[in-house]
């Protein structure tokens, strides 16, 4: 438990509010840029946290990560550029609609529907995380070690984008070495340090995300600076009447809407998975229960509304496992947690029933952000899509000595941000090689448990490695495990046999 | 992008070689099995294992590639294309050199704030080519804000 005491009344204060709105809108600014992703915005933003109270921190936090989620739509509608990663979707309808002039409509409706899908999501994770925390509790080590390897390779085997899904495994087995690096927390013993003392107490999560995600990003947006041209927002339609017509969407468009909602959750609660896999897939099975799937890749409101929703859905979702097993959902959700235990506060199933109020106090977050992110999202339309010309040029180097003071103050040492320097090279190879991050640092996050999971598994089933095959509970997650990894693979080969036939 | 993968592969299964020597030659209390040197172990063999099958999948898929005839091959990179990655290339070169030495020499050097002073003049005059003024303005301007904010509202320590 951390020092001190955070629970709902926190959220009242009006400096933790005030910190909550900025959040927000810096969220929704570095979301919006291209280039800068929440990823980035929450693992510089970790350290520089570390001098506000732990609620004000968390708070910041979480805002941040929500309102870049939901930025991030806002150049994929203007620009046809996807803020983030998980607004990919909303580009492909979105874009297509500021090109018919409802550029500005479809901002305020995928800000209604972003808002919608965390409230969703947040109804689920009251209702679901409870249950999960008193499952949970029946976990043993064998289970633990199963729900890391979980997080890593599901991870890796869903984020790989168009690279193969090896490489995925590659980079989250990476993460989970780095994680071992310094003195075993069982034996005393120092491993992997080669004689640097500095190493002794290991790899900090901090400086080696900031490096992976901010750095690495600063670099490729130097070395690639897009002119973005901003479209200008022909149809002047007044703020009322896109709200309403926001809303009106909700009846013409209930479906997709609730449907998006329900898989951005389950997808956000997924171990090792993430908003970005959410919208993808809530975009395609929309299209394919549509009843006008061809208007989707020409302006479709449908396919907007299900990438938004399902999106946001997920920032609510991976909370799930987060405070009832202590592990992330996603790479921003790994930083959060990081951020988290830097104030104390170590989130697993007996946490849960010990700190309720601390529960509380995420669930009144989420809820307020999505309400304050709402109304910034609806006031600011036109003045995002101001920020968005701003040049790169400018940004790009402002966020590198983010990146080193960031890195610097959570510990106070060079060698952190000779660290981060060697992780933001890292980064940049890896992005060249198709290698991605995000399993990275779900096995840097993860590793450690991992690792005494599994040695004290050993230990306990008296050096069988059948003990971890043993358990229902951990063949439970075996199967889902091995159901995760092998559904791209199947998917693949029918993908193969299919354009095989069609060329016959 | 052929010889980087080959190159990136080949040191990825040395450096997991060594760390698995590295790993098994860790005391072990009563098992090798509950020891420091086993987790490693484990997952560095794993390591050895993928490197070498992204080693032999990168050979392949280039003899395949090289089956397809020349005409193509050359119709598919353009010299406009080329340019434009040696550009880029040239960037992030420039971009890394300044970064290393603003790190490793200028800020253990000339102190922190005029250490970012410096950089943020030359990366932001260099890439954005607007004169010097604009440069000028912006580094100061956020040299300044980086400076009070750390010192006065969040109350850490600048990196030395």
Known sequence: ?504 | MFAFEIVVSVLCLSGFAFLFYDALRMPFPQQFWDGPGSFPAILASLLFVLSLYWLITTIVGQMRKSKVPEAEKSASVDTSTKALKREEIKRLAIIIALTILYIMVLMPLITFPIATLVYLFITIMLFTRKGWVIPLVVSASATLFVYLVFNYVLYLPMPR
């Open chain 1, 1 to 504: 438990m951390g020092n001190e005491i955070v629970n709902l009344l926190s959220l009242f204060s009006p400096v933790t509010f005030l910190y909550l709105c900025m959040g927000t809108f810096l969220g929704i600014v570095v979301g919006a840029l291209p280039g800068l992703t929440a990823t980035m915005a929450v693992s510089i933003l970790i350290s520089l946290t570390y001098g506000l109270s732990a609620a004000n921190a968390i708070v910041v936090l979480i805002a941040v990560y929500l309102g870049g989620i939901y930025g991030g739509s806002r150049s994929a509608i203007l620009l046809n550029v996807p803020g983030t990663p998980s607004s990919a979707a909303t580009a492909i309808d979105g874009f297509p609609l500021t090109l018919k002039g409802e550029g500005g409509r479809a901002g305020v409706v995928v800000t209604t529907f972003s808002a919608l899908g965390g409230l969703f999501g947040l109804v689920i994770l009251a209702v679901a995380t409870p249950l999960i925390a008193r499952f949970a509790l029946k976990f043993g080590y064998w289970e633990y070690f199963w729900l890391a390897m979980m997080g890593v390779l599901i991870s890796a085997s869903i984020t790989t984008g168009d690279a193969p899904n090896y490489k995925g495994i590659i980079a989250g087995f990476i993460g989970m070495l780095i994680s071992c690096i310094g003195i075993d927390p069982i034996h005393g013993y120092p491993r992997m340090i080669f004689g640097y003392s500095q190493m002794m107490g290991g790899i900090n999560l901090v400086p080696a995300m900031i490096g992976l995600f901010g750095m690495a990003e600063a670099f490729d947006a130097i070395k690639n600076p897009k002119s973005h041209e901003v479209m200008e927002l022909k149809k002047k339609e007044s703020l009322p009447a896109m709200i309403g017509a926001s809303f009106k969407m909700l009846v013409k468009y209930p479906r997709a809407a609730i449907q998006a909602g329900l898989i951005g959750t389950f997808i956000g609660a997924l171990p090792g998975v993430g908003p970005d896999i959410a919208s993808w897939v809530a975009y395609g099975t929309a299209k394919r229960g549509s009843k006008h799937p061809e208007e989707y890749g020409k302006g479709s409101y449908e396919g907007i509304i299900a990438s938004e929703t399902a999106n946001n859905a997920a920032t609510s979702g991976v909370f799930i496992p987060l405070l009832t097993l202590g592990i992330p959902g996603c790479a921003v959700s790994a930083i959060i947690l990081g951020g988290m235990q830097m104030h104390g506060f170590r989130p697993g199933p007996t946490f849960f029933f010990e700190n309720p109020s601390f529960v509380y106090f995420i669930a009144g977050t989420l809820l307020l952000v999505n309400i304050v992110m709402w109304l910034q999202g609806v006031v600011l339309t036109s003045v995002i899509a101001k920020i968005l010309k701003a040049p790169m040029g400018i940004i790009m180097p402002l966020v590198v000595v983010l990146c080193v003071v960031g890195s610097y103050t959570i510990s106070l040492r060079k060698f952190d941000v000779v660290v981060m320097l060697i992780f933001g090279l890292f980064g940049m190879v890896m992005r060249k090689l198709k290698i991605p991050g995000a399993p990275m640092a779900l096995g840097i996050i993860l590793g450690s448990m991992a690792d005494l999971s599994f040695r004290r598994g050993m230990i306990a089933g008296r050096f069988s490695i059948g003990s971890f095959f043993a358990r229902p509970l951990s063949l439970v997650l075996i199967g889902i495990l091995a159901f995760a990894l092998l559904l791209p693979v199947v998917n693949k080969i029918r993908d193969r046999n299919r354009a095989r036939n069609q060329n016959r």
